[in-house]
């Protein structure tokens, strides 16, 4: 485990920089409120970030089957010693028969002197992990002809070959296609990544291989396992659940590319594998019984997405007959997991190994579905419900969009944002309704930090994590995105990913620590909180500036007489007397400058941004003229443009030219500011547009009309303490969780309502660090928590949050 507990000092008072007056928090113990969902805290995955190939499934050969490149053998080298020869290349003529692997290397071992050796050699994942004393399974098929018949010596070596940590030989290879295996074992050898498997002969002939693969001791020791650090780190959280198999990897990017489960299930050498949207080759080696297992493993039950027929590039299955054969693969696949010896699919898990079906409530009907821009999920949805209700009426079916056909059971909300954006919305689940259906965020992340998130996320992420327990009532699951991440170059897709790992290290990211704490700390039952704000005024916030600009979405429109001014001083004009577009950021879509306009023609393309100007440009005026050409909605107009993830725009005929509102984007999560007004922008005519900006109040004017007013969100403050508490209803114990994302420590003055003992010892576990720390494979735990000794506790104490910090407290009260 890799945890770190360091038994600190009392915290209960005394510490250096407090803000003068206090925080409160009175928990009201006495007005217990409703059960917190045991199944609240879970973990979601797909293939993406390598999270399974080159991470969590502990195969060490990449492109094992030799069907990631069909031209070449990527991922494979020639490997020859002083004075042999040979060649390696791809061969499709003679697979290995009944199995998927239709491609084979072939290696000429075409001079090899006494002494000498000729072989294939494979760098793995970024890296092949040697630990001392550890034995390692090698697999592959091979055939021989043309003299060579063995031995064939597999070596476990230095990239440079210079040293062999471990090898092992088979003695003899046979004419026809034959699945051979070794163990590897080191010795004392220090842990290092930079090595490579070798295959390796010292006489001259031909040899096929397919399918060669490597295995370290994996999690509970299981074929075709999953790497033990990960398992580790992940069952160190404490979840509930495990939402699989994704995300966009269920769906593929087109029909034929989604996750065909029934092609991943027994002998790797039956699986083909498939294009993973997230741009390279999945080997499929964590099929749907892996899934199931690694649930299994950590204690976990599978919340199992089926395909819907929606792909990520638009191909649609449309309602009715079209889509049956997607309802009854989905079936099927419900089968495959609860199904009893006398089902066809139970029966196949059975003979797959797993005798016992795997618990299941939930089953997700798709993802994300509410980017089908056919809108057909409300049909699919519905085809779908009523086949599992009609045959598994327990089952929680999970809506990924809005359906009106249908009440789903539970509805699945994902939430990409800044830590702010997080902090500013934690009360959101607070007005949602009770009767209705319940809710999985089934995705979230505060984004800060790349490729695994910072302090600052962490910060976010439990302050919005207090929320959704406090309204687990109506929030029965929720999960991170993404999960996993392997950290090299390259191998990422996703900006900021929960846990971080290259072939020898893993670790969990300062969020990961802030999810740990709350799921290993949940409590039974909500107990309301009162917080008090400590009053000292927050610094004041600073006013933001940047660029100017104009955009469209789905609109055509052209924008001209564009003039930044500060009082009487004229900032910037623009001139577009000339045609090009030169000094403009261009973003999306067709941007021309003719006629002394700037234009954007493309009607198809949504977020196509223009912008320009200094980053210094604050309190000003922006003046600009706007005719729309054609399109359904109407003007972006761009101000405190700093960067393409931080900047203020009004939406005029936004929402398909049916709302006007201001929209703020702060670290890439773009949110709603002011009132919106039901404004909408006609096509053919020039419109005046004005927006003032002073301090951190904007007014936005149409034709000298005031239409919208906002403050910024710098100017609100929020926090900085964020509060959820629960009890143990077994002990009474009283859990507190206490969020300070403020930069000063906090003095809080705590209160259980309607207690009247608390053992004056307790514990507290402390996560804090600087807004941009991160950890690493170089720093893996710079940021973890600590264990403190709570003292003098009673039904009133003072409990000082350290500035920047996520406590969580357990107090025995009686
Ligand atoms: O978590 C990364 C991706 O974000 C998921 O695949 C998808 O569901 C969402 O858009």
């Known amino acids: 485990m890799r945890r770190s507990t360091l038994l600190l000092a009392a915290l209960a008072v005394g510490a250096a920089a407090l803000a003068q007056d206090p925080g409160r928090l009175t928990v009201k113990v006495d007005q217990p409120g409703p059960k917190i969902s045991p199944m609240l805290y879970g973990l979601m995955t797909e293939e993406i970030n390598h999270s399974y190939d080159g ?15 069909p031209k070449r053998p990527a991922f494979w080298s020639l490997v020859t010693s002083d004075g042999s020869a040979g060649t390696i290349a791809l061969d499709t003529v003679d697979p290995v028969n009944t199995t998927a692997l239709t491609t084979s290397l072939r290696l000429d071992l075409t001079t090899v002197p006494a002494g000498g050796r000729v072989g294939v050699a494979n760098g793995g994942y970024w890296g092949v992990p040697v630990k001392p004393h550890t034995t390692y399974r090698a697999s592959f098929y091979a055939k021989a002809t043309g003299g060579f018949a063995g031995p064939l010596t597999l070596s476990l070596e230095s990239n440079d070959g210079a040293t062999t940590f471990a090898s092992a030989t088979v003695a003899a290879i046979g004419g026809g296609w034959q699945r051979y295996s070794a163990t590897l074992t080191t010795s004392d050898a220090a842990a290092s990544t930079g090595n490579r498997f070798v295959l390796s002969a010292g006489h001259a002939g031909t040899l096929w291989l397919s399918l060669v693969s490597l295995f370290p001791p994996t999690y509970h020791d299981r074929p075709n396992g999953n790497r033990a650090d990960l398992m580790q780190l992940l069952g160190d959280m404490q979840p509930a659940f495990l939402r699989l198999p994704g995300g966009n990897y269920l769906e593929g990017d087109f029909i034929a590319e989604h996750f065909a489960w029934k092609n991943t299930l027994g002998d790797i050498a039956l699986r083909p594998g498939h294009r993973c949207c997230w741009g390279y080759p999945s080997t499929d080696g964590m099929g749907l019984l892996e899934y199931l297992e690694w649930c299994e493993d950590l204690n976990m039950e599978p919340v199992l997405a089926v395909y819907a027929g929606y792909s990520l590039r638009g191909e649609v299955v449309k309602p009715g007959p079209d889509l049956e054969p997607f309802v009854q693969e989905g079936m099927d696949e419900i089968e495959y997991v609860i199904g009893d010896e006398t089902t066809t699919w139970g029966k196949r898990r059975i003979a ?31 085809q779908f419900y009523d086949a599992i209700k009609a045959k598994y009426p327990k089952l929680q079916v999970i809506a990924t969009a809005g359906v009106h056909l249908r009440t789903p059971d539970v509805i699945d909300d994902h939430y990409y944002r ?9 009360h959101h689940y607070d007005r949602t309704p009770r009767t209705g259906p319940k ?7 505060s984004t800060e930090g790349s490729p695994t998130p910072t302090m600052q996320a962490a910060l976010g992420d439990a302050a919005w994590l207090t929320g959704l327990e406090r309204n687990s009532d109506v929030v029965v699951l929720a999960s991170y995105a993404p999960l996993l991440v392997n950290v090299n170059r390259g191998a990422a897709q996703w900006g900021t990913n929960l846990i971080g790992y290259d072939a020898g290290t893993a670790f969990g990211s300062p969020s990961y620590h802030a999810q740990k704490l709350f799921g290993r700390n949940r409590g039974d039952t909500v107990l309301p909180v009162e917080i008090g704000q400590p009053t000292v005024p927050p610094a004041a916030a600073p006013t933001l500036t940047g660029g100017v600009g104009v955009g469209t979405w789905l609109t055509q429109a052209e924008y001209k007489d564009l003039q930044v001014s500060t009082g009487d001083k004229v900032l910037y004009k623009s001139d577009f007397s000339r045609p ?24 198809d393309a949504i977020d196509c941004v223009a912008t320009t100007g200094g980053r210094d440009w604050g309190d000003c005026t922006y003046r600009l003229k706007a005719r729309k050409i054609g399109g359904a909605e109407g003007f972006l107009i761009l101000f405190h443009a700093k960067d393409e993830a931080n900047w203020i725009w009004w939406n005029l005929g936004g929402w398909g030219n049916q709302r ?18 039901a404004v909408s922008i006609d096509t053919g005519r020039w419109y005046d547009i004005r927006i003032e900006c002073q301090g951190h109040q904007i007014r936005c004017f149409l034709d000298d009309k005031l239409i919208t007013e906002a403050t910024d969100e710098a100017a609100a403050p929020v926090g900085p303490l964020f509060a959820t508490a629960s009890r143990v209803d077994a002990s009474g114990e009283v859990i507190v969780k206490l969020v300070n994302v403020g930069g000063a420590d906090q003095r809080v003055a705590m209160e259980l309502q309607g207690v009247t003992e608390v053992a004056p010892g307790g514990v507290a576990w402390v996560l804090s660090g600087q807004p941009g720390d991160v950890n690493s494979v170089a720093e893996p735990e710079k940021v973890a928590p600590k264990q403190v000794a709570l003292e003098q506790l009673g039904p009133k104490f003072s409990y000082d949050a350290p500035a920047y910090s996520v406590s969580v407290l357990r107090l025995k009260a009686k």
């Open 55 to 69: 991470g969590l499934y502990a195969e060490l050969i990449r492109n094992r089957a030799f069907k990631d490149d």
């Open 660 to 677: 006007t509102a201001l929209e703020q984007c702060s670290d890439g999560g773009k949110h709603e500011i002011g009132q919106s007004q």
């Open 580 to 603: 090009s577009t030169r000094g403009w950021r261009l973003r999306n879509g067709q941007w021309q400058v003719a006629e002394g306009v700037l234009r954007q023609t493309a009607g």
């Open 439 to 445: 809710i999985f965020v089934g995705e979230w992340a």
């Open 352 to 382: 797959d190994g797993h005798p016992a079906p795997f618990p299941l409530h939930y089953v997700e009907i798709g993802n994300e579905d509410g980017f089908d821009r056919l809108h057909s999920y409300d049909g699919r949805y519905a």
């Open 418 to 426: 800044s830590a702010r954006e997080m902090e500013r919305d934690v």
